[in-house]
Structure formats: C-alpha cells, structure tokens
C-alpha cells in the first residue's frame, strides 16, 4: 500500500501514567467534526491518523460518527497496522443518558466494533440536553442545575462499567473545582482523567494545579483555540490563540505553523492533547509535536502571559430557566450555582 505521508513511531510518542498504572498516549486525535465534516471524512481521519502513528482516538456519542469510526478501525486492524490491545480508545456518555449508562455504553461500543473503552467520561456534569445544533439562546424547560445526587447516581452507574469489564477507566469531563470538592469524597472509584478546553488564551491555571492535585490526568481539548468551532459557539471578545505574538514569535523560532507550538506548549505542561484534523499534514505536524523540538524553559514562561482566560466552549445551550448567564455552568465564584441563586 503506498503510503501518502510519513510515519512516526508509536513508541516515540510520551504516554502519562494514570492513577491505575495504565499509559495514555500523550497526544490523541479528536473526532468532533463540528458541523463541517462528514462522517465519512472523520473517519478516513482515523485511518490516516493511525496509519501514520497515532494510538489515541478520543471519541463520543454525541458527535454521531462512532460506526462510521468504527468501520475505520476495523479497517486497520485487520490490514495488521496495529491491534486492538495498541490502541487507547476513549468514548463519553452523553447529557441525555445520564440514568442509562450501561446501555449508552454498550451501544457506543457495538458500534466502534471494540469489547471495552480504555477510558470513559461522563461528558458534562449536567443532564441537561438540547437538540443538534441548538443556537445559543435555546433553553430546554427540564434543565437544572448541577445536583450531587444526580451526579453522584451517574457516577455509580460508571463505576458498574469498571466491575463489569466494559471500560478500563473512569473520567470527568467540564467539571469544576467546587463539584470535584462535592463529588470527590462520595466517589468509591475514583476517576483518573478530566477533560477540559486547555489551550494558551485559556489555562485555567487554577483548576489544572487541583486535578494534578488529586492525581486526575487533564485532557485538554480545543488545544489550538478550536478555530473550526461551530458559528454557535463563537463571541466578539474570542481570543485567537495562533495569532497571538507570543505564540508567533516562537513558531518563526521553530519554522512551524503556530498551531504547533500550542500543541508543544500544552504536552511540556503535562496536559494530554487531542487536536482534531482531517489532514494528513496537519495531523502528522500535531503528532511530531510529541517527539523534536521542545520549548525552551523561558519560552515556556512567556507562553503563561498568552492566557487571557477567554473561555470559547461556553455551553450556554446548557443553561437552566432563571440562570443568569453561561457563567453560572462554571463556578466562576467557588459556589455551585442553584436555582434559587439565579432568581
């Protein structure tokens, strides 16, 4: 088979070890087209992005492509490219099957074709849904705000996953420090990850230093700023991560697209990265990000003058009747927010 781009080892790429001893590839590739990309062409991806050496796919219910996705790693694995023991697979239960977990998995793994997760969130603290391509300003009438007791009923639904063999790991996603501190103490399996928008306008220095705290590994997703990011998600006041000159003036340095240098900057802070691409040039720039060329010391603290903590995955299609604004999803101010302080 003519290969169209150049491999890079697997071996070469660092791996984090988690809380249970199992290595997670440093960098993965993420699978939300957004609205621009077709099933299929997400998941000639992961064919591509495979093939050239990565063995870490980060996936979801939500984003809809997991058969498409799973065909494609049928696809590698029988042409020998890589086994499935190789490969780290991560999936997500998403806001609508809070109270059927089991089944959400299952269905999520019949149609990746795999017999267990290596790692699965629960994607966001809140049961809260809303339909496909909600605009900002849509509010669901069942909304709440985030409840312990709700959670908490997940969370023992996920640990079920661990005993039953279905996944090897359990995790949180778009969490905060103030629903960890409610959670943390109730959580008989503890999770080993959070997935988080990590990237050098948006650090979130605070939140960061409390998981690596509690030995949870962050995930950090949007790691370039999400320029693809749907229409929906998007604000004025947006910082543009490649655009800023701290960032430039290193990329000139490397002679690399500044994109590169956020990927760099987030795997020497330690945080696993999962940058979403469909190209082949691109994806293979994101993965050699993990093996030449560091950044220097100094570098590395010129990049902390980058963060402006301008959030772009807001969530505001989350929010509940009463909420005050997409702030209140955050904690911003240390409380979980409650129905009757939004009144």
Request: aromatic share 8%.
């Amino acid at each position: 088979m003519t290969q169209e781009f150049k491999i890079i080892n697997p071996q070469c790429v660092p791996q984090v070890t988690l809380r249970t001893g199992d290595k997670m590839p440093i960098v993965g590739l993420g699978t939300f087209g957004s609205d621009r990309y077709t099933n299929q062409e997400i998941a000639d991806a992961v064919k591509a992005a495979i093939r050239m050496g990565y063995r870490h796919i980060d996936c979801a219910e939500v984003y809809q492509n997991e058969k498409e996705i799973g065909a494609a790693i049928a696809e590698v694995i029988a042409e020998g490219v890589v086994s499935r023991d190789e490969l780290w697979i991560t999936g997500k239960v998403w806001n609508n099957r809070h109270r059927e977990v089991e089944q959400s998995c299952r269905e999520s793994l019949d149609d990746l074709g795999i017999d267990y997760f290596n790692l699965y969130l629960v994607h966001w603290p809140f049961p809260n849904y809303h339909a496909p391509f909600a605009s900002p300003d849509d509010r669901n009438p069942d909304s709440q705000p985030f409840s312990v007791d709700e959670y908490m009923d997940t969370w023992r639904q996920m640990e079920g996953l661990v005993d039953k063999g279905l996944v090897k790991n359990i995790g949180t996603s778009n969490m905060t420090i103030a629903k960890f501190k409610a959670t943390l103490p109730l959580m008989q399996i503890l999770p080993v990850a959070n997935e988080m928008e990590l990237h050098p306008c948006f650090q979130q220095p605070e939140l960061f230093d409390y998981v690596v705290s509690k030995q949870i590994q962050p995930i950090g997703f949007s790691p370039i700023g999400s320029p693809r990011r749907p229409e929906r998600d998007r604000t004025e006041d947006d910082a543009i991560d490649i655009d800023h000159p701290v960032v430039q003036k290193i990329a000139k340095r490397l002679d690399v697209h500044p994109a590169v240098v956020c990927i760099k900057w987030g795997i020497q802070r330690g945080q696993v990265t999962i940058p979403f691409s469909v190209k082949s040039a691109q994806m293979f720039a994101n993965l050699q990000a993990s093996v030449q060329d560091l950044l220097t010391t100094e570098e590395m603290s010129q990049m902390e003058t980058a963060d402006c903590n301008s959030r772009l995955i807001k969530g505001q299609v989350f929010l509940w009747e009463g909420a005050s604004g997409w702030e209140d999803l955050w904690d911003l101010d240390g409380a979980i927010a409650t129905l009757v302080s939004n009144k």
